[in-house]
Structure formats: C-alpha cells, structure tokens
C-alpha cells in the first residue's frame, strides 16, 4: 500500500462515524502522492501523520433560554486545526446540520485555504447544532451570548479568529463580539472579523467570498480565451456567498439565471433581480417564493436542483454535498463549461469526476471561495493598524489575492503534470504552504 494510501486509512479507522471529515481528507490526501516522491523529507517529519490530527478540538454544551422561557441546550466546537501559518483563523456556522465531523472538515479544508492566501493565517473552524431559522432577534441573541460564554476563554487576536458562515453573518459576529468584550473587559479588535464597518469590520467583506469567486472564476476563464460577458450562470444558495457571486457576475456582463435556498429554487430566464432579491433575503428575511411572487418573469420549483437548468458556468454557493453526479451529468450535458466552489466541499467526488472526465473547468472551494477568509485577514491588519481601508482599497487587494491563487494553482498541476487539474493543483499548493511552515518549527 502507498504511503498516502496507509495515512489516509489510519485517520479514518481512528475517527469513525465521521463521513465529512473522511471526504475531505481523502480528496486531499489522494491528489498528494506526487509530492512525496519529490520531497522525501516530508515522509520522514511525518508531516501528512500530524496533519490529519487536528491541533485541538473542543465541545461544549450551549444552554439558554427562548422566547417562550423554555430551557434548550445545544452542542458548540470549536477545531484549532493548524497554526503552522499564523493564528487559527476560520468561520462559525450555525446549522442544525452541525456535527463534529463537518467541523473537522471544514477546519481540514480551511487550513489548506488559508495558505493559499498567502496572507499568515492558520486553519480553524466553528459552530453549533443550533438552528437561526424562525428564531426572533433576543433568541439569537441569547444563544450567541451563551455560545460565546464558553468559546471566549479559547480565541483571542494573537491564537484564534473566528468569522462567520452559515447562519452566521454581520449580526451574529457582533453579538459575539459584544459578549466577548463584556467577558474580558476588552474591546477586541480583532477577535472576530466579519464586524460591522462603525465597530473595526472591514469595508468589502459582506461581498468579499462572493467577488473573489467570480474574480477567480473571470481570470480562469480569460486563460482559456473566454469570459462571463453574456454568460447563463446558475448559482445555488440564497445567502451572503450567492447573492454577492450573483452580483459580482451581472457586474462583468454575465447573466445570474438561478438562486436557491432550503425549499426550491427559482429559475429568471431575465437575469435574477439582485436589488430585489437582497431585499427579501437580508432586509426580510423571507423565503424565495417572495421574489417568484414579485417578479412576473421568475419561476419557483419547489425541490429540484438548479443544475437542471442550462448554463454555461455553475458556482454552487450553498453547502456541502449539494452537487451530486446526477448534477454534474446535466450540467455537463446542457454544455456547461467551468464549475466554481463558493461553498466547502458543495461537488461530490463522483461530480468531480464528471467534471475531469469532459473537460470542464473546475475550481475546487479551497482556492475557489478564499476570497472571504483572505479579505477578514485583511480586517485583522486594519484592526492592528488601528486604521481602515476604503472599500476600493480592499477590493483590489482581493483582486490581486485571487489573481495570486489562480497562479499557484495552475503553477502547482503544472509541475506535477496535470495542467488542467485545478484539484490536484489546489491541494499541492496549499500542502506545499503548510507543509514547509511546519518543516520550520520542528515536531509540534
Ligand atoms: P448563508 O447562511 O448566508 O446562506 C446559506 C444559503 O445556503 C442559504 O440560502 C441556505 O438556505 C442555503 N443552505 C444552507 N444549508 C443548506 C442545506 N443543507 N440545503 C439546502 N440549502 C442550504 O451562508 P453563506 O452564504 O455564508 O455560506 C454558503 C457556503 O459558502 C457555505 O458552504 C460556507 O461554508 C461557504 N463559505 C462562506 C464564506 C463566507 O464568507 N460567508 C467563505 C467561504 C465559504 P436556507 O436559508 O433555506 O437555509
Ligand atoms: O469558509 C470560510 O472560508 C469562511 N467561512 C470565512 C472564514 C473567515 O475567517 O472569514
């Protein structure tokens, strides 16, 4: 058995019951046999042994009260996955979906992420089992107070910076902020990114992960003599990834055609309104059959996938797994042409075959939606700095980030002979970051 091979197996029987974090660690781990063969010191340092351990990884209970007196308790973690980098750095996601294992997953991905960033940023992930939908605005209050009673004594600017992610967004990080602030008596700075602009948030990060996509997306297309001018895209999700894609890809002259959330899916043959529709999403906090009710021109389907519908590029931007093979082969078959991950991990490995097998542009999350992360390592210089930066000054930086990502990437599946495999290209990349900072600091 190869030496990837023995690794990958060893974390998996030592972690059973864990599908999401052995999907992640298999993706990456076998695209990384290559590297071995050329850097044998990486054998030998045990660096692939140590990275599919994660640094630390806490649970804890999270009680509180609801609106109606009643006493809930739910689960929140917290993974310290790698500070190879810099300080553990990464989301917080509240989805009744939360386990233990998505929580690993993520932080696996997003210590590879973060390197390829290029910004110093390690890899860290959050969440809970908790479910914002339907909760009123004292019980998300009171849950992030409590959440962060316990999460507060673990992160800190200089050890570990959590974000937002699903369910989690600008109200969120500042009801978590507030309370961290009431528990250590500091004001935080950077303890949190994803902050409002009045209180240290960065100017351009609501729209950081969505731009940055599209930005990667436009510059993988131009070096295949294409572009998104006059492009059908079909976008899933209904969140702050979505609609910001969305967004971002009707400014460079391509057409959004589809969004999603939870209950179906609409389908504008005109484009998707974006002022509209952030008005439903962010302003009322309504479900998609509102923009179907208030614009003549869009349909609704309840269930279903958007990948049903033709387009020429696909960005899924609302969850894992949500991309089966069934997807692929109709996105594929309607001529669709490059597939890029705003959500983690949204393409299962049988789609991603589907994608190889008939030449369609794929860019993997880790590269693909690295543009929020990198943009809240830029609201932690700021909050350093103790000086902000105008919207277009981030903008640009995130720009060049992505621009950045794209180089490494195909650089990476370049030298090891796969030029277009942006998967392979993206996990050697971000390993190679990792792997050389850990190479620096001995056994740890
Ligand atoms: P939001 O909470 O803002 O939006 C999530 C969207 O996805 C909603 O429309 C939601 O629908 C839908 N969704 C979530 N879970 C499911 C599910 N199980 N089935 C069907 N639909 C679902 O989250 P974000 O936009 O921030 O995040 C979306 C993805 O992007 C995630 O994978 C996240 O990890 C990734 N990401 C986010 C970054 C960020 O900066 N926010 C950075 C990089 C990646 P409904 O409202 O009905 O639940
Ligand atoms: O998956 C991700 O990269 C995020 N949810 C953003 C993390 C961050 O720290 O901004």
């Known amino acids: 058995m190869s030496y990837t091979s023995e690794v990958l197996e060893r974390a998996i029987a030592r972690s059973p019951g864990e599908p999401e974090f052995h999907q992640a660690l298999r993706e990456v781990i076998e695209t990384l046999g290559g590297i071995f063969e050329r850097r044998p010191?990486?054998?030998?340092?045990?660096?692939?042994?140590r990275l599919v351990e994660p640094d630390r990884f806490v649970s804890f209970r999270v009680p509180w009260v609801d609106g109606?007196?009643?006493?809930?308790?739910?689960?929140?973690?917290?993974?310290?996955?790698?500070?190879?980098?810099g300080p553990y750095k990464g989301g917080i996601r509240f989805h009744p979906s939360v386990t233990g294992s998505v929580i690993k997953f993520l932080g696996f991905e997003q210590t590879f992420k973060n390197g390829l960033t290029g910004l110093p940023i390690g890899g860290g992930k959050g969440g809970a089992d908790f479910d914002p939908k339907?909760?009123?605005?004292?019980?998300?209050?009171?849950?992030?107070?409590?959440?962060?009673?316990?999460?507060?004594?673990?992160?800190?600017?200089?050890?570990?910076?959590?974000?937002?992610?699903?369910?989690?967004?600008a109200r969120e990080v500042g009801y978590m902020t507030g309370q961290y602030k009431r528990l250590t008596g500091n004001m935080p700075g950077g303890v949190f990114t994803g902050k409002g602009p009045s209180y240290g948030g960065s100017l351009g990060r609501p729209q950081a992960t969505g731009y940055g996509l599209v930005y990667l997306m436009e510059e993988l297309l131009r070096r295949k003599g294409l572009s998104f001018?006059?492009?059908?895209?079909?976008?899933?999700?209904?969140?702050?990834?979505?609609?910001?894609?969305?967004?971002?890809?009707?400014?460079?002259?391509?057409?959004?055609?589809?969004?999603?959330?939870?209950g179906g899916y609409i389908y504008d043959a005109d484009g998707v309104d974006i002022e509209l529709?952030?008005?439903?999403?962010?302003?009322?906090?309504?479900?998609?059959t509102a923009y179907r009710d208030a614009k003549p021109s869009a349909e609704y389907k309840a269930g279903g996938m958007v990948w049903e519908i033709p387009c020429d590029v696909a960005l899924p931007c609302a969850t894992q797994?949500?991309?089966?093979?069934?997807?692929?082969?109709?996105?594929?078959?309607?001529?669709?042409?490059?597939?890029?991950?705003?959500?983690?991990?949204?393409?299962?490995?049988?789609?991603?075959?589907?994608?190889?097998e008939n030449g369609v542009i794929f860019?993997?999350?880790?590269?693909?939606?690295?543009?929020?992360?990198?943009?809240?390592?830029?609201?932690?210089?700021?909050?350093?700095?103790?000086?902000?930066?105008?919207f277009e000054e981030v903008d640009r930086s995130l720009l060049e980030i992505m621009k950045g990502i794209v180089r490494q990437i195909t650089e990476a599946a370049e030298t090891f002979g796969q030029p277009d495999n942006l998967v392979l290209g993206a996990n050697a990349a971000g390993f190679l970051r990792v792997a050389e900072a850990m190479m620096g600091q001995g056994v740890v």
């Open 363 to 390: 860019a993997p999350g880790k590269a693909a939606n690295a543009g929020g992360v990198s943009v809240s390592a830029l609201e932690m210089t700021q909050n350093s700095m103790r000086r902000p930066w105008t």
């Open 41 to 49: 010191e990486f054998v030998r340092w045990k660096i692939l042994d």
């Open 277 to 288: 529709l952030k008005r439903i999403k962010f302003e009322r906090n309504e479900r998609l």
């Open 134 to 169: 339907g909760k009123s605005d004292t019980e998300v209050l009171a849950f992030c107070q409590s959440f962060v009673n316990e999460l507060y004594r673990h992160i800190g600017p200089d050890t570990d910076v959590p974000a937002g992610d699903i369910g989690v967004g």
């Open 321 to 356: 797994n949500e991309l089966p093979k069934a997807g692929a082969e109709l996105l594929v078959k309607n001529g669709c042409k490059a597939v890029g991950e705003g959500a983690n991990m949204p393409s299962t490995p049988e789609a991603v075959e589907v994608f190889a």
């Open 229 to 262: 001018e006059g492009k059908r895209v079909a976008v899933s999700g209904a969140g702050n990834v979505a609609i910001y894609s969305a967004e971002k890809v009707a400014q460079l002259g391509g057409k959004p055609v589809t969004v999603s959330d939870s």
């Open 68 to 85: 109606a007196g009643e006493v809930q308790v739910n689960r929140g973690y917290r993974v310290q996955y790698n500070s190879a980098i």
